[in-house]
């Protein structure tokens, strides 16, 4: 028989929490992790699954450091890592690391929908 698993049952409660409320359409682990008080690497792992279910979809936000600007979102870092983005708050250039790159979930429309119905 399989454990029941509370942190992955209030992880999928979160995220249909936020799917029902129409302002809301992304999170970050991190907020997940401090409003629920689960380790952010179990976070992770909770909403990589259901990131496969297709219920959120795991994007990356490129953010300048200095102010904190989202300059672009994007599905895949692999191709701008290391190339050169501009901000047009500060007006520079920076360049993209793994230190200004923010995993974002985005609500799935199709299960917001859903959610909605229910
Ligand atoms: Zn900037």
């Given at each position: 028989?399989?454990?029941?698993?509370?942190?992955?049952?209030?992880?999928?409660?979160?995220?249909?929490?936020?799917?029902?409320k129409s302002r809301i359409n992304?999170?970050?682990?991190?907020?997940?992790?401090?409003?629920?008080?689960?380790?952010?690497?179990?976070?992770?792992?909770?909403?990589?699954?259901?990131?496969?279910?297709?219920?959120?979809?795991?994007?990356?936000?490129?953010?300048?450091?200095?102010?904190?600007?989202?300059?672009?979102?994007?599905?895949?870092?692999?191709?701008?890592?290391?190339?050169?983005?501009?901000?047009?708050?500060?007006?520079?250039?920076?360049?993209?690391?793994?230190?200004?790159?923010?995993?974002?979930?985005?609500?799935?429309?199709?299960?917001?929908?859903?959610?909605?119905?229910?």
């Amino acid at each position: 028989m399989a454990k029941f698993n509370a942190n992955s049952a209030k992880i999928e409660d979160y995220v249909e929490e936020v799917a029902r409320k129409s302002r809301i359409n992304s999170f970050y682990p991190q907020t997940v992790s401090r409003k629920l008080n689960i380790p952010i690497d179990i976070v992770l792992i909770e909403l990589s699954k259901l990131s496969e279910d297709g219920r959120i979809d795991l994007r990356y936000q490129i953010r300048c450091l200095d102010d904190l600007n989202t300059i672009d979102v994007v599905e895949q870092y692999s191709d701008i890592l290391d190339k050169e983005v501009f901000c047009n708050i500060c007006g520079e250039s920076i360049k993209v690391t793994y230190s200004n790159l923010y995993p974002v979930f985005y609500i799935n429309k199709e299960y917001r929908e859903y959610i909605k119905k229910k």
